[in-house]
C-alpha cells in the first residue's frame, strides 16, 4: 500500500464511519478498485486509522466530554452489549467478514429500512433529548446488530436512538460519543493483535508508521467535516437519501461480485 491509497481509505474512513452508510462496503469496493493487497499491516492500518476518526468527535464535542461522569456511566452502559457479544461471538463475526455477500446484503436491508426511518420517527423532534441510563442500554443492544458486515455501527445505533424517542440530532449525536469507547477498543485490540504477532518490531519500516500517521491525521480532518454536514444534512433532510444510496452500493458490490471481479474485505 503506498501513501495515496492510505489517504483514499482515510478519506473514506472519515466520511463514512459517522454516517449511516457502511464503511465496510465502501472499503471493499476501494481496495478492490486499488489493487490493494490483503495483508496483516493493511488490516491493521484500516482499524488503525479509526483513532483519527475518535479524535475528531472528541474535538467538536470536547464540552461533553468535561461536563460530568454521569455522560461516562452512559457510554459504559451502551459499550457493555457489543462488548460482551462481541468478545463471546468473535468467530462467528470474523467469518461473516469474509464473506461479500453478508455485507451486501446488509447494505440492501439496511437501506429498505432507512427509507421508512423518517416515517417511523417523524414525531421525535418533540420530545426530550436526554439520554436515560435505560436508553442508552438499548441503544448499546442495537449497536450490537451492528457487528453483521455492511450494517453499518452509525445507522444501527442512531435508529436504536430514534427507537426511544430522541431526535434526530441526539440520536446521532449519542451515535457520536458511543463510537469513542467502541472505536477505541477496537482500535487497541486490533493493535495489540498486530503486535503480538510480530508488527511494530525492530524491522518495521518507517514507511509503514508514515502510513498510519498520514492516514490518522486524513481521517481526523475528513470526519470533522462530516460529522458537521452529517448533523446539519440529517435535521434538515432525513434518512432516505443514505437509504437510496446503500440500496444502490449494496446492488453494485453484488453485480461486481457475481461479474467475477475479486472483492475482498481488508
Known amino acids: 500500500m503506498n501513501i495515496f491509497q492510505a489517504v483514499i481509505l482515510a478519506i473514506i474512513e472519515g466520511i463514512t464511519e459517522y454516517l449511516p452508510v457502511s464503511s465496510t462496503g465502501h472499503m471493499i469496493i476501494a481496495s478492490s478498485v486499488m489493487g490493494i493487497a490483503s495483508n496483516d499491516f493493511v488490516k491493521m492500518f484500516t482499524v488503525a486509522i479509526q483513532f483519527g476518526a475518535i479524535l475528531s468527535v472528541i474535538v467538536l464535542y470536547w464540552k461533553r466530554f468535561i461536563q460530568s461522569f454521569d455522560f461516562y456511566f452512559k457510554l459504559a452502559i451502551a459499550f457493555i452489549p457489543a462488548a460482551v457479544l462481541g468478545f463471546l461471538l468473535n468467530d462467528y463475526?470474523?467469518?461473516?467478514?469474509?464473506?461479500?455477500?453478508?455485507?451486501?446484503?446488509?447494505?440492501?436491508?439496511?437501506?429498505?429500512?432507512?427509507?421508512?426511518?423518517?416515517?417511523?420517527?417523524?414525531?421525535?423532534?418533540?420530545?426530550?433529548?436526554?439520554?436515560?441510563?435505560?436508553?442508552?442500554?438499548?441503544?448499546?443492544?442495537?449497536?450490537?446488530?451492528?457487528?453483521?458486515?455492511?450494517v453499518s455501527r452509525s445507522a444501527a445505533t442512531i435508529i436504536g436512538g430514534l427507537s426511544q424517542k430522541l431526535s434526530r440530532k441526539a440520536a446521532a449525536e449519542f451515535s457520536f460519543f458511543l463510537a469513542v469507547p467502541t472505536m477505541f477498543a477496537a482500535t487497541a485490540y486490533?493493535?495489540?493483535?498486530?503486535?503480538?504477532?510480530?508488527?511494530?518490531?525492530?524491522?518495521?519500516?518507517?514507511?509503514?508508521?508514515?502510513?498510519?500517521?498520514?492516514?490518522?491525521?486524513?481521517?481526523?480532518?475528513?470526519?470533522?467535516?462530516?460529522?458537521?454536514?452529517?448533523?446539519?444534512?440529517?435535521?434538515?433532510?432525513?434518512?432516505?437519501?443514505?437509504?437510496?444510496?446503500?440500496?444502490?452500493?449494496?446492488?453494485?458490490?453484488?453485480?461486481?461480485?457475481?461479474?467475477?471481479?475479486?472483492?475482498?474485505?481488508?
Open 190 to 266: 486490533k493493535m495489540l493483535k498486530y503486535y503480538l504477532a510480530g508488527g511494530f518490531n525492530a524491522n518495521t519500516h518507517s514507511s509503514d508508521l508514515l502510513l498510519l500517521l498520514i492516514g490518522n491525521i486524513v481521517a481526523f480532518l475528513v470526519a470533522m467535516l462530516a460529522i458537521k454536514g452529517f448533523i446539519n444534512f440529517l435535521t434538515k433532510n432525513g434518512f432516505k437519501v443514505f437509504g437510496y444510496y446503500r440500496i444502490g452500493l449494496g446492488l453494485f458490490i453484488l453485480l461486481m461480485h457475481f461479474m467475477g471481479y475479486n472483492l475482498q474485505i481488508l
Open 93 to 150: 463475526i470474523d467469518a461473516m467478514l469474509e464473506n461479500v455477500i453478508v455485507v451486501a446484503f446488509s447494505l440492501l436491508l439496511g437501506g429498505i429500512i432507512l427509507l421508512f426511518v423518517d416515517k417511523w420517527f417523524e414525531n421525535n423532534d418533540t420530545h426530550s433529548e436526554e439520554v436515560s441510563y435505560p436508553k442508552a442500554l438499548v441503544i448499546g443492544f442495537f449497536q450490537v446488530i451492528a457487528m453483521i458486515p455492511g
